[in-house]
Structure formats: structure tokens, C-alpha cells
């Protein structure tokens, strides 16, 4: 089956045909993605990501011994973070990766902050010599975010345990990326800074707070505010787990409220189009009766944390909410990416910022929503926006 999506460079639209076919999908999950109940975990399946190989080519092992390792795990230790509430984050961490080489001049840098409950380990496939970001030519430093239970979470403090962890907005996660580049790994300035989906919200955050920081941007399925309707459904999900009797106040044994996880990532990653398209009725009622018992997916209480830190992105409230304002204080330049039918960050506020900016916009036009299917055709946008 092909796909056809419109483009919008600053204001001009032209059509195109898709570079590549799509594999057919069986049972509405292909052979070789992941399957993951989990709202934020199925962006996994949205990426189409494939498994981290184990065995690493001998032209790369030959090429860069830095390049094998530095993909680990690694931490980096904030101390006590200053929230924007006046509450503090004690003994702050944040997960971090890295790819490439850095150039002497540190101008080859690529930030990536994760999407809601991804983890830095899932953006790998997408970074390497040759790839979406090609580590042949730039230093990839890839950022769990707060809250997705590899950097300080609900689900992993020691001091601030479950519910006891403090709110957190989207400029606290944003300020302790800030902190993590320039006191623990000594960076100043980035190329570009690119992200999807909430990756893509701290993109937007980052270029009016730290506009100094990056020479490009590329917030992908993002938003630098939340349209009406997603602070509805984000909200919804917030009361499913909280309403749900296995939450017992954030104390639970057993991670509440994953069969309304499946239904709102069911409902809101795609279009009822290409859910209808790749589903079939006894798949379906089958998957709704075995997430009443799941335990899989993303910590609850960390969900929690991460959706009320997307609801309170709003980069245009130190502008008196005129997102005119806050684009002003942009200096980066701008590849805005976003999905015509997204149901999950509807792309208003994403193209008004970029009508706002002169930026360069993709409107992805597949009907696939959210986890959009024209993979191919973004990963050659954001490829030949960095080298730009």
C-alpha cells in the first residue's frame, strides 16, 4: 500500500509521492516491531524501531571503539533540583546516552530528549552512521526525561517515593537538561535539538528558554502548548488510573488501569481509518480482555508525573500568552513537523508557532495520525535539515 503526505515549506504546498512502500501489516502488528500496551511504551511500535542488535559490525567496531560503548547507560548526578513550583527535587538524575565524536569545536552536537515514557534505549536504531542521525557526522547526546523511570521518577526515588515525588512542568524537565549539558557534561551550544511527541514539547520549550543554545530545532508530533482537546484526553488518563481501584492513592502492588491504557492508546496514537485498517474485530476484543489483568507498561505513577508536566507546557506564558511573543524570543532555526490527523498533539499550536516563526513546516498528510507511516519521507526531512 502507498502513501501519500503534503508538504509545507513557510507557507507553499506541494504534493509528493512516497519514497518507499510500506510492509504490509498482518493482525495489526508487524512481525518485527515490539508490541506494548502501554501508551507511552507504544511508541516503540509507532517508531517501528527495531531491537537493539547485540553484535556490533566489524567496520564500526574498526571505526570508533568510543562509538560501541558510549552507548550505555550513563547517569548524570543534578543534586537538588529548584522546581518551578518552589519545591525542590532532591538528589536529581537524569539517564543519558551518547553516539559520534565531538568535534573540538563542539559544533557537531544533536540533543534528544525521549517522548512520554520512552527511554533513551528506544531512540538507538535511529542514530548511527548512515541513520536518521548520522554519528559519522554528528555527537548524539540522548536525555531520558524526568519522570520515565530511568531519570529521578515516582518509580525509582529513594527520598520521594510514588506520589511523595513532586510535581514537575515542562520547564523543570527542560532545566535539568540545561544542567545536565552544561554542568555535568561541560556543554554550551548545540547544532540542533530534535525530538518526537514530548521530545518534541521540550524541543519548543527549549528554543524560548534557552534560545542561545542551538543553531536548529526540530520538534516532531510536538507542541509548544497543548490544544484544548489534549488537555481533555491527558486529563482522562490521568483520572482512569486514579479512579481505578487498584491505585490505592499511588501505594498499589499492581500497576492500575492498564486496560484503559490500551483503549487510549488504541484510540488516540492513529486514525480510526488505520486502527480499522490493521485490526481485526476477535484481535481487538481478545487485546481488551487480557489488559484487564496486563501489569505491563509504564509505571503509573510516572505517567501521572509526566502527562501534568505536558499540560503545563506553555511557552507563551512569560509573553502574556501571545505565542507572536515567544516566537520572537526564537533565535534557532526551525523544522516544525507535524501530523494532520494527530489525535493524541493536535498540530494547531505546532503550525501557528511555525506561521509565527517563518519556519520550515511538514504537514505529514498519511492518515496514520500520531504514529504517523511515512517514516521514510521525516527521516529524510530531518536529515537534510541538519545538513543545511
Given at each position: ?85 518552589g519545591?525542590?527535587l ?15 569545536d ?39 526525561a ?53 521530545g ?62 490500551y ?94 516563526l ?31
Open positions: 500500500m502507498w502513501m501519500t503526505s503534503s508538504q509545507t515549506w513557510t507557507g507553499r504546498s506541494v504534493s509528493r509521492q512516497p519514497s518507499c512502500k510500506l510492509p504490509a501489516r498482518r493482525s495489526g502488528v508487524p512481525p518485527h516491531v515490539v508490541k506494548a500496551r502501554d501508551f507511552g511504551q507504544r511508541f516503540v511500535r509507532m517508531r517501528r524501531m527495531k531491537p537493539v542488535p547485540m553484535a556490533v559490525p566489524l567496520g564500526v567496531l574498526l571505526l570508533s571503539t568510543t562509538l560501541v560503548f558510549a552507548q550505555e547507560q550513563q547517569f548524570g548526578n543534578l543534586g537538588d533540583l529548584q522546581l518551578q513550583s519545591e525542590v532532591h538528589n536529581c538524575r537524569l539517564g543519558y546516552r551518547t553516539a559520534g565524536h565531538v568535534d573540538a563542539q559544533s557537531n552536537i544533536v540533543v534528544i530528549p525521549t517522548w512520554a515514557g520512552g527511554k533513551t534505549e528506544q531512540w538507538l536504531p535511529n542514530v548511527g552512521p548512515g541513520k536518521m542521525v548520522d554519528t559519522s557526522k554528528y555527537y548524539v547526546i540522548l536525555i531520558d524526568l519522570g520515565n523511570g530511568v531519570s529521578s521518577s515516582p518509580s525509582n526515588s529513594a527520598g520521594e517515593p510514588r506520589m511523595h515525588f513532586p510535581k514537575i512542568t515542562m520547564r523543570d524537565m527542560v532545566d535539568s537538561e540545561y544542567q545536565l549539558l552544561t554542568k555535568v557534561l561541560h556543554i554550551n551550544h548545540a547544532k540542533a535539538f530534535l525530538g518526537i511527541s514530548m518534541g514539547m521540550q524541543t519548543f520549550q527549549w528554543t524560548v528558554e534557552y534560545p542561545d543554545f542551538m543553531e536548529k530545532a526540530i520538534p516532531i508530533v510536538g507542541s509548544p502548548r497543548p490544544a484544548p482537546y489534549d488537555l481533555v484526553h491527558w486529563q482522562a488518563q490521568i483520572d482512569a488510573i486514579k479512579d481505578n481501584k487498584d491505585w490505592q492513592g499511588g501505594e498499589y502492588t499492581h500497576n492500575p488501569a492498564r486496560d484503559a491504557e483503549e487510549f492508546g488504541s484510540i488516540l496514537l492513529t486514525t480510526p481509518q488505520e486502527f480499522n485498517k490493521t485490526h481485526t474485530r476477535q484481535q481487538v476484543l481478545k487485546e481488551l480482555a487480557e489488559a484487564k489483568t496486563s501489569n505491563q507498561g509504564s509505571d503509573a505513577n510516572d505517567k501521572i508525573r509526566q502527562v501534568e508536566a505536558m499540560m503545563s507546557l506553555n511557552v507563551a506564558e512569560p509573553y502574556g500568552d501571545s505565542l507572536e511573543k515567544a516566537a520572537a524570543a526564537v533565535k534557532a532555526r526551525l523544522l516544525v513537523i507535524v501530523g494532520k490527523e494527530d489525535h493524541t498533539v493536535t498540530p494547531s499550536p505546532a503550525i501557528e508557532f511555525a506561521h509565527a517563518g519556519a520550515q513546516l511538514l504537514v505529514i498528510d498519511d492518515g496514520c495520525g500520531h504514529q504517523y507511516c511515512d517514516h521514510a519521507g521525516v527521516e529524510k526531512a530531518v536529515a537534510d535539515f541538519l545538513e543545511k
